[in-house]
């Protein structure tokens, strides 16, 4: 992508004169060796010792970023995606047109089971810089996000970079499954050469690693434990957000009723040094009592002028089709048989369990790695 380096000069530029939070240069963590925060199942206690962002599947981690050339490569993964007694495997052929156009999938797909099942190719006409693009995999179709017909989705996540000073747009994947579907979709990987390799080890657990997802499972959810087993009148741990707009969150939750949450929230600037950032102290937070709408999604604001908000109520489950990242911090979700508090895509979150941030508070530096 020849024109990145250009674009990467302008978004520093910009950032300078106007104070930009996002910016679409598309990038991943140049030193690989870094814990994959998308894919590995973190151990207990990573609160405390990480900023992690929520399991929601594939994400990002199915590309690596060649700094050299500035290319986005699909890794040698063959994904495998189980819906009822179906399995569809695929993998990720290329983000480009043959023209080098990015934000256009290519997808190899193979129906297992299927009579004359041979691997078909899905060229994605659409580009996911335009809207999300979905796909129903099994029919091996590109469809309108709109039908509800689609298995996974293609689109772009902002995430933070602190060391950089802004946001920068990721290609991720997700499934589009929801916990109140009648029939759940899994989604694992598995390093194969060849899509007879891995239907030979469809059966073999040890070959496949099954990704997490808190919107087909509320107990993967990071705040699912903490907020699951929050009592009326009871105050949650305080917690430290970084967001896709390039701020750091101190917030706390409170259930002060059955329908009703109160939100104390403080936010500051990300800076380009761990060394330099302040805390969003307790005691400057803004708060506010939400109402909590019972048979919906509400999306909330925890940077509101005025304090936390919520700025979306949706009726019927996203399926990966949510807002822009960039908009919203948090999700209520009543769609279930109890409340549940989601963290937004491409957000961090970290806690130490304490009751309040004050300036003994030592949060990680992984941020900035």
């Known amino acids: 992508m020849p024109f990145l380096p250009t674009i990467f000069r302008l978004c520093a530029a910009l950032l300078v004169a106007t104070a930009m939070t996002a910016c679409d240069i598309e990038t991943t963590p140049s030193n690989q060796d870094l814990p994959d925060r998308d894919t590995e199942d973190l151990k207990d206690g990573a609160f405390g010792k990480a900023f992690v962002k929520e399991p929601l599947g594939i994400q990002t981690s199915w590309f690596d970023y060649d700094s050299s050339t500035h290319a986005i490569l699909p890794r040698p993964y063959i994904f495998r995606l189980d819906k009822g007694e179906n399995t569809t495997l695929f ?3 290329s983000y480009y047109t043959p023209r080098g156009d990015s934000g256009y999938f290519s997808i190899e797909h193979l129906r297992v089971g ?16 335009d809207a999300p693009v979905c796909v129903a995999l099994a029919e091996g179709v590109e469809t309108d996000c709109n039908d509800g017909r689609h298995d996974l989705v293609f689109r772009v ?18 499934a589009a499954s929801y916990v109140s579907d009648s029939q759940i979709t899994d989604v694992g990987r598995g390093d194969f050469d060849s899509f007879d390799h891995a239907t030979a080890a469809l059966n073999d657990p040890s070959a496949w690693h099954y990704y997490k997802d808190a919107k087909m499972r509320p107990a993967d959810a990071h705040l699912y434990q903490t907020f699951h087993n929050l009592e009326l009148g009871d105050p949650s741990p305080t917690f430290l957000q970084a967001s896709a707009n390039m701020k750091l969150i101190g917030w706390t939750v409170e259930r002060v009723a059955t329908d009703q949450l109160k939100f104390s929230a403080t936010c500051v600037k990300l ?6 950032q302040s805390l969003p102290f307790t005691s400057e937070a803004k708060s506010a009592t939400l109402h909590i709408n019972a048979d919906a999604l509400s999306l909330v604001s925890l940077c509101a002028e005025d304090g936390p908000e919520v700025i979306e109520v949706s009726a019927t489950p996203y399926r990966a089709l949510w807002p822009d990242g960039t908009s919203y911090e948090l999700v209520i ?37």
């Open 333 to 369: 979700d009543t769609l279930g048989d109890t409340p549940e508090l989601r963290l937004a895509a491409g957000h961090y979150i970290w806690s130490d369990g304490a009751d309040i941030v004050d300036e003994s508070t030592t949060m990680p530096v992984d941020l900035w790695d």
């Open 114 to 129: 299927a009579p004359n099942a041979t691997p078909k190719l899905l060229e994605l006409t659409s580009s996911i810089k």
């Open 157 to 174: 996540e902002f995430r933070a970079v602190p060391g950089a000073g802004f946001a920068v747009s990721n290609p991720a994947i997700y």
């Open 91 to 93: 993998r990720i052929k």
């Open 271 to 276: 800076t380009l040094e761990p060394e330099d």
